[in-house]
């Protein structure tokens, strides 16, 4: 493990978060308590657990322990679809400053992680995290057009973006 790795996964972190809260600015402003499933999250229940995600990882690798009831500081969710982004922005810049002293060493350093097993943090973090709010986002993306709105692309145009890129004049 290198400085470089470790600066790769804060620089692949930032570059998602800013995807994440792009998204959730374009959510449908009177969806949040839309749900295609009744057993499901809501979408604002969905798009908060995203902030969930960094706000719970983060505080449970700085703490050393990984504990399902914890009850993490600042991840109150908000109620309303314009609160999100703001308040998962937030999150992102206190997890991410919460992190921010990590080194190559400590990336590989094992902690009790569920059900004892020792993982490297390293590993924590770019699967329990990073790659879990890649998922999430996933659904949350479906679930924004099931409710009636226009998600951005991801990782590419979506069809609506790739019409209007088609419609303009070649310069």
Aim: with cysteine; glycine share 10%.
């Amino acid at each position: 493990m290198s400085g470089r790795e470790v600066a790769t996964f804060f620089s692949e972190w930032d570059n998602e978060a800013a995807k994440t809260a792009q998204l959730m600015r374009a959510l449908p402003p009177d969806q949040y308590d839309f749900r295609p499933d009744p057993k499901g999250r809501t979408l604002g229940q969905l798009a908060w657990h995203l902030a969930e995600i960094e706000g719970y990882m983060s505080w449970s690798v700085e703490a050393g322990k990984f504990e399902v009831d914890a009850k993490i500081p600042g991840l109150e969710r908000p109620r309303t679809v314009a609160e999100l982004a703001p308040g998962y922005e937030r999150v992102h810049r206190e997890s991410v400053a919460r992190l921010a002293g990590l080194t190559p060493e400590d990336f590989l350093r094992t902690t009790p992680f569920f059900g004892g097993r020792m993982v490297p943090i390293g590993t924590i973090l770019w699967n329990a995290l990073l790659r879990h709010l890649v998922h999430h986002r996933g659904q949350l993306v479906l679930m924004c057009r099931l409710a009636g709105g226009r998600p951005p692309g991801m990782f590419g145009p979506t069809r609506e973006e790739m019409e209007e890129t088609a419609g303009r004049p070649k310069a």
